[in-house]
T-cell receptor, first 117, second 112 residues
Framework: GAVVSQHPSRVICKSGTSVKIECRSL??????MFWYRQFPKKSLMLMAT?????????EQGVEKDKFLINHASLTLSTLTVTSAHPEDSSFYIC?????????????FGSGTRLTVV | GQQVMQIPQYQHVQEGEDFTTYCNSS?????IQWYKQRPGGHPVFLIQ?????EVKKQKRLTFQFGEAKKNSSLHITATQTTDVGTYFC????????????FGKGTKLTVNP
């Protein structure tokens, strides 16, 4: 249980184009989805928090107009990288909170490796 | 600001040797979580520790949460090649947030 499906897993796009990444919670409802960015051999950097039915909240230094987030339903959140440039090349991962008995943790999507050429 | 520090950054072991990674927070944490990320993969939740001094075991993995709830450790007994990956600790951002602050991770490689 608590699976988040993320697509696409890899995408190569031309500089200046936009790329949409989808994350779906398959067997639970995710009112909140977190979007991370991970550079090679680095830790996870939180970019933004998406909330179903309301505006996303962005971390300091993250351009909201560049990284558009939509959380239209309890099972779907999307991140669109607009006018992508080579410096946007990275590994993007979504995650959502799950509850499992007395534990709670974060389940992650499988990630999207974006390469902008 | 709040920081979660992890050491060592890298660890190379021979198969069968033990491995430990340490996590230290600049602030008291309500809970600490551990994740494993295989090469090319995504982080996978391992465990959450909540209580001061808590110790939890998962087969060869032993997780501890310090008495002051500011540090934690993950110990693997008799490592196997399947243990290869980067282990991250993470704690809630201060202020009661659901957002996590991740350590930089410890990358474990195991020589067969």
């Amino acid at each position: 249980g608590a699976v988040v499906s993320q697509h696409p897993s890899r995408v190569i796009c031309k500089s200046g184009t936009s790329v949409k990444i989808e994350c779906r919670s398959l067997d639970f409802q995710a009112t909140t989805m977190f979007w991370y960015r991970q550079f090679p051999k680095k830790s996870l950097m939180l970019m933004a928090t998406s909330n179903e039915g309301s505006k996303a909240t962005y971390e300091q230094g993250v351009e909201k107009d560049k990284f558009l987030i939509n959380h239209a339903s309890l099972t779907l959140s999307t991140l669109t990288v607009t006018s992508a440039h080579p410096e946007d090349s990275s590994f993007y991962i979504c995650s959502a909170i799950f509850n499992r008995g007395t534990n709670y943790g974060y389940t992650f999507g499988s990630g999207t490796r974006l390469t902008v050429v | 600001g709040q920081q979660v520090m992890q050491i060592p950054q890298y660890q190379h072991v021979q198969e069968g040797e033990d491995f430990t990674t340490y996590c230290n927070s600049s602030t008291t944490l309500s809970n600490i979580q551990w994740y494993k990320q295989r090469p090319g993969g995504h982080p996978v939740f391992l465990i959450q520790l909540v209580k001061s001094g808590e110790v939890k075991k998962q087969k060869r993995l032993t997780f501890q949460f310090g008495e002051a709830k500011k540090n934690s450790s993950l110990h693997i007994t008799a490592t196997q090649t399947t243990d290869v990956g980067t282990y991250f600790c993470a704690g809630p951002r201060e202020g009661g947030s659901e957002k996590l602050v991740f350590g930089k991770g410890t990358k474990l490689t195991v020589n067969p």
